[in-house]
T-cell receptor
Framework: QQQVKQSPQSLIVQKGGISIINCAYENTAFDYFPWYQQFPGKGPALLIAIRPDVSEKKEGRFTISFNKSAKQFSLHIMDSQPGDSATYFCAAKGASGSRLTFGEGTQLTVNP | EAGVVQSPRYKIIEKKQPVAFWCNPISGHNTLYWYLQNLGQGPELLIRYENEEAVDDSQLPKDRFSAERLKGVDSTLKIQPAELGDSAVYLC????????????FGPGTRLTVL
């Protein structure tokens, strides 16, 4: 059951550009929305997360925008760097005790 | 602080053979997770432990998969017998109870079933 849909599947941007990855969810009980970054041969690592009481959260070059009414959230990577090249997963989780549901991932390539 | 440790990193077996994966979570983390990650997809939860208790194993194929977490620390995931479709990366993660939902992942074990 696909409860979190992620797009695009792959993304190529130039160094210095903005990378935007989108996710949509169905379950209105979700209240925690993290983004994970995964490099080849490594496990996913938490990048940034948001709860639905705010519409935006920024940490350095990474920003999450959250639209509760549309049940959508997105990751923006400003000034993208070749070192940002990785697979990015959005995820969602409900109340304590529920599982973390991941999107299908976006493979980001930042060209130098 | 040491991260989540998994071994082996890679495993190649013939179908119908048994296989086991080991995970050592971050010290002090009560909650331990096993995930399955197929190529090009996001991780999918197999089982979650709170200390020694498996509190969510609804997605674990119990006919061939089993897991244990003795003493509430290390955990082992076993497949017996393995099938071709089990080829994937098996990820272990841990967290402080359910604190903020933040889970720390290990590097995974890549299983290839021939």
């Amino acid at each position: 059951q696909q409860q979190v849909k992620q797009s695009p599947q792959s993304l190529i941007v130039q160094k210095g550009g903005i990378s935007i990855i989108n996710c949509a969810y169905e379950n209105t009980a979700f209240d925690y929305f993290p983004w994970y970054q995964q490099f080849p041969g490594k496990g996913p690592a938490l990048l940034i997360a948001i709860r639905p009481d705010v519409s935006e959260k920024k940490e350095g070059r990474f920003t999450i925008s959250f639209n509760k009414s549309a049940k959508q959230f997105s990751l923006h990577i400003m000034d993208s760097q070749p070192g940002d090249s990785a697979t990015y997963f959005c995820a969602a989780k409900g109340a304590s005790g529920s599982r973390l549901t991941f999107g299908e991932g976006t493979q980001l390539t930042v060209n130098p | 602080e040491a991260g989540v440790v998994q071994s082996p990193r890679y495993k190649i077996i013939e179908k119908k053979q048994p296989v086991a994966f080991w995970c050592n979570p971050i010290s002090g983390h009560n909650t331990l997770y096993w995930y399955l990650q197929n190529l090009g997809q996001g991780p999918e939860l197999l089982i979650r432990y709170e200390n020694e208790e498996a509190v969510d194993d609804s997605q674990l194929p119990k006919d061939r998969f089993s897991a244990e977490r003795l003493k509430g620390v290390d955990s082992t995931l076993k497949i017996q017998p393995a099938e071709l479709g089990d080829s994937a990366v098996y990820l272990c993660a841990s967290s402080l109870v359910q604190a903020g939902g933040e889970q720390f992942f290990g590097p995974g074990t890549r299983l290839t079933v021939l």
